[in-house]
């Protein structure tokens, strides 16, 4: 949270936005059309604060943000600053979160990523334009909290030593895969963690597939099963699409639950679009101020430190997508070796913002893991652990508590923690606890449990003692 002391004469403005460079920008651009922004916060609770301490004459309120978003701090402002316009910021499309926001008392609404001009100009329409000199505010900073996210349990994944190489390209494929014989009374190979899931079983190998998913056995001896085909069938009272695929030896089964598919992808295209939209918004205004400005030295080093860090962000969420495309196709590479892991996890902080004071190491041996997949595993973690928890956050490297052969890196928060319902979900892919504030696409957790398997480790979730929520990636111990 920041809090400017200034002289009256200005349109004074407060902006609450979890994403600082955004703020930066706006900040930069507002002065220099003749406002002055009396104060800044990160999330909704301590923007009100904010307006509570300057009672401003505008207040640019972000929708999404953690601790509490926009729609609810909303009616707060409201109440505490009659007289003051506010004016709501959202990548989202002005329809839906439009129409909510301005019914429980917002004055307008702003499309992010709309030039610094254009944002300027509807500020102006709203409120009415009150020109004056630009304002050269002294700034008394006071850092204001960030949030962090939850992870669960892994499903372990369980393949039969007889599987063929094939299986383990699919065996880690966020849907349900069974393979089973390609003849009467079509015996299990092998079936993925999500199979397990879908089915509610763990079967022995060689159990007939009548035993494990009647309902699937039974459409598939009333089938013609001369090629590959697919149908619609019963599972655990759920409908689901299934795909049968032939190998040389075998028949692949692939099972997609039709009643949460379409929804599930809807969302995700929606969230992930915002996701992407927050840096290209700001990369796009840094580009802006740029070209139309001739700035400070200093000035110019901050907006490329803040290209570098939106840049990383975009990398991270492509990084997860491609993972999930490389986990369908079954293309997904793991590049083991043993190395450091403090190293890359000190690189990792930083690149988050975190200081080598958060990081505790009790255990040093090296890894035999892929320090890329390290970097983003651990930076899922810690992005979750922003957007989700409540600070400090710290990291400790430490050994397994019984076994041995593994490194554990603990991710921890203050923050409430992960609800006791949704944390059967936590790795589901695309899955999103219900009322969360803050944006995400769904994907990050699924990623880390995806890539902690492929090396032979796991991701875990269990509460703090006292409160917060404890993540923890395990990989193996170099000679383990």
């Known amino acids: 949270m920041t809090i400017d002391v200034l002289g009256s004469g200005t349109l004074r403005v407060v902006i609450v936005d979890d994403t600082a460079d955004l703020r930066e920008l706006l900040r930069h651009a507002l002065v220099r059309g003749g406002m002055a922004v009396v104060g800044e916060a990160g999330d909704g609770a ?27 701090a909303l009616p707060k402002i409201r109440a505490l600053a009659p007289q003051t316009r506010v004016i709501v910021l959202s990548g989202f499309e002005a329809t839906q979160m439009a129409e909510r926001a301005l019914a429980i008392g917002a004055d307008g609404y702003l499309q992010k990523g709309a030039s610094l001009g254009r944002i300027l100009d509807q500020i102006r329409d709203i409120v009415g334009d009150r020109p004056g000199p630009p304002a050269t505010p002294g700034e008394v900073e006071v850092v204001a909290p960030v949030v962090l996210a939850p992870v669960d349990a892994p499903a372990h994944d369980v393949t039969t030593a007889q599987a063929p190489p094939l299986w383990d390209a699919v065996s880690l494929a966020p849907f349900a895969i069974l393979e089973i014989g390609a003849d009467p009374p079509y015996r299990l190979v092998s079936i993925n963690a999500a199979g397990r899931s879908l089915l509610c ?23 013609r099963l001369t090629g590959d085909g697919e149908f619609e069938a019963n599972v655990q009272d759920r409908p689901v699409r299934v795909t049968l695929r032939h190998t040389a030896t075998s028949l692949l089964i692939y099972l997609h639950e039709i009643t949460d598919e379409i929804g599930h992808l809807r969302s995700a295209i929606a969230t992930t679009a915002h996701e992407i939209r927050g840096p290209v918004a700001v990369l796009c205004a840094i580009t802006e101020t740029i070209l139309e400005e001739e700035l400070e030295t200093r000035h110019v080093e901050r907006l490329m430190t803040a290209i570098g860090r939106q840049s990383r962000l975009l ?106 319902d949704f944390q059967p979900q936590l790795f589901r892919e695309f899955s999103r606890a219900g009322g969360t504030v803050a944006a995400g696409s769904g994907l990050g957790l699924n990623v880390v449990q995806t890539l902690a398997q492929a090396q032979g480790g796991s991701v875990s979730y269990q509460p703090r003692v006292g409160t917060g929520a404890v993540f923890t990636l395990s990989l193996p111990a170099a000679g383990g």
């Open 315 to 420: 990398d991270s969420i492509t990084g997860d997508l491609l993972v999930a495309a490389q986990v369908q196709r079954g293309t997904l590479r793991i590049d083991s070796r043993t190395f450091d892991p403090i190293p890359v996890v000190t690189a990792v902080m930083e690149d988050h913002g975190l200081t080598h004071e958060a990081l505790d190491v009790e255990d040093r041996r090296q890894v035999h893991a892929d320090p890329l997949r390290l970097q983003q595993m651990l930076g899922n973690l810690i992005s979750n652990a922003r957007k989700y928890g409540e600070p400090p956050i710290r990291i400790r490297i430490r050994s397994g508590s019984e076994v041995s052969r593994q490194v554990c890196i603990d991710v921890e928060d203050r923050g409430p923690g992960v609800p006791p």
């Open 46 to 72: 301590a923007g009100i604060e904010v307006v509570r301490s300057t009672q401003p004459d505008v207040v640019l309120l972000d929708l999404s943000m953690p601790v509490m978003d926009g729609l609810e």
């Open 201 to 223: 079983v763990d079967p022995l190998p060689s159990e007939p597939l009548a035993d494990v998913a009647p309902e699937i056995a039974a459409a598939i001896s009333n089938s």
